[in-house]
C-alpha cells in the first residue's frame, strides 16, 4: 500500500526534470529504495519525477581519458558493460555484487549514490575508485569527490533541486589488479561490511593502494592509513594483513541486529585482507 497520493510525471528532458525538481519534486529512478520506503511511511513525497527512462542520463562512455556513467544505468547495465569490465572492472565486478537480478536490472547508480545506505555496495568502489559525482541542478552543475559526497546514513552533499547526473571512475592503468568482497546480509544481499581494493605494482612493490570501505560505519570512508602502509611493500600475507589491520582504526563501527560493532570491525579487517590479496593476485 503507499498510503498518500503523489502526483507523477515520467520526465522527457533531464532539463524538464530539473525544472520541476527545483519546484519541489522528488527524483524517482529505479523505485527500489524509494518506493519501499513510502509504503512503509517513510517517505511522503507530492510529486514524483520519474528520470529512470531519460535517455539524457543512461549512458556509459570513455571521453577525455576516464570512463562517464550515466546516473540512469542500471546495476545489470553496469555489471555487463563491456567498457567497464576492460577497463574499470572494479566497479561491474561490484555492480554484480548488488541484490538480485530484479534490483540489478531495475535499480540505478544515481538512485544509491542519491540514497546512501551506509550499507550499500557502490560507495566502496567509488571511494577506491577517487571517483567524482557529478550534481546538476536546473542552472548549476558541480563535481563532487566519492570522499566528500558520503556524508552520513542516507545524507550526501546533495542540495534541493539537485540530481545526480553521472559518476565519472578512471580508466585503469595498466599493473593495477582491483577486488570487491563483502559479507553479505543473506536477506537482502546488502553489505554487513565490504571492501573495495585496487592495488599497483611495479618491480615487485606496491607502488599504489586504494581501499574503500562500506557497511562498518555512518557512510563509507577510504582507509588512508592502510592504503600507506602498503606502499613500497612487495606484499606478502604478513604485509597484507598488518595493513588490514589499520583498516577500521578510528572508526566508530554500526552495532545492529544483523553484526555487533566488534564483529563488524573484525569483518572488516577479515574482507579487507582478502579483497587486498585478491587484488594483488590479478596485478601480474
Ligand atoms: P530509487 O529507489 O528510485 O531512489 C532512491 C533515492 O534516491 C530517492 O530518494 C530518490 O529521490 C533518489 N534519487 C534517485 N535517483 C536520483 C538521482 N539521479 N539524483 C538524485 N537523487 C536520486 N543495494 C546495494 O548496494 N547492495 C545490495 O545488496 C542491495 N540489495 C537490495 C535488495 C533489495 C531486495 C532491494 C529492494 C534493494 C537492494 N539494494 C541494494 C538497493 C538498490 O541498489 C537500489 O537500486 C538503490 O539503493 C536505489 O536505486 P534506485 O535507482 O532504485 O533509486
Do not use: W
Not at 57 to 64: F, M, N, S
Not at 132 to 151: N, T
Request: with cysteine.
Amino acid at each position: 500500500m503507499i498510503p498518500q497520493n503523489f502526483e507523477y510525471t515520467a520526465a522527457t528532458s533531464l532539463d524538464q526534470a530539473l525544472g520541476l525538481l527545483a519546484q519541489g519534486a522528488k527524483p524517482l529512478a529505479g523505485g527500489m529504495s524509494l518506493i519501499p520506503m513510502m509504503k512503509l511511511r517513510l517517505a511522503s513525497p507530492e510529486h514524483l519525477v520519474d528520470i529512470g527512462k531519460l535517455k539524457d542520463l543512461k549512458y556509459i562512455r570513455e571521453a577525455g581519458g576516464v570512463i562517464h556513467v550515466g546516473a540512469a544505468s542500471t546495476h545489470h547495465e553496469i555489471e555487463s558493460a563491456a567498457l567497464l569490465r576492460g577497463k574499470c572492472p572494479l566497479l561491474s565486478e561490484t555492480a554484480a555484487h548488488i541484490g538480485d537480478v530484479q534490483v540489478r536490472n531495475m535499480g540505478t547508480i544515481g538512485g544509491s549514490v542519491a540514497h546512501a545506505d551506509p550499507s550499500a555496495d557502490y560507495p566502496a568502489a567509488l571511494q577506491a575508485l577517487e571517483a567524482k559525482i557529478v550534481l546538476r541542478g536546473a542552472k548549476s552543475e558541480r563535481r563532487v569527490s566519492a570522499a566528500d559526497f558520503f556524508l552520513d546514513t542516507f545524507a550526501t552533499a546533495l542540495e534541493p533541486g539537485e540530481i545526480v547526473s553521472e559518476v565519472i571512475v578512471p580508466l585503469e592503468p595498466s599493473g593495477v589488479g582491483v577486488s570487491y568482497q563483502k559479507m553479505v546480509q543473506p536477506a537482502s544481499g546488502f553489505a554487513i561490511v565490504g571492501v573495495a581494493a585496487r592495488v599497483q605494482r611495479s618491480g615487485g612493490k606496491i607502488t599504489m593502494a586504494r581501499i574503500g570501505v562500506t557497511g562498518l560505519s555512518n557512510h563509507s570512508y577510504r582507509a588512508t592509513a592502510a592504503e600507506k602502509a602498503l606502499e613500497g611493500k612487495s606484499g606478502s600475507a604478513g604485509e597484507l594483513q598488518n595493513a588490514a589491520a589499520l583498516v577500521a582504526e578510528g572508526i566508530d563501527a554500526n552495532s545492529d541486529l544483523h553484526a555487533s560493532a566488534e564483529y563488524r570491525r573484525h569483518l572488516a579487517v577479515v574482507y579487507a585482507t582478502r579483497a587486498l590479496a585478491a587484488a594483488l593476485a590479478r596485478t601480474a
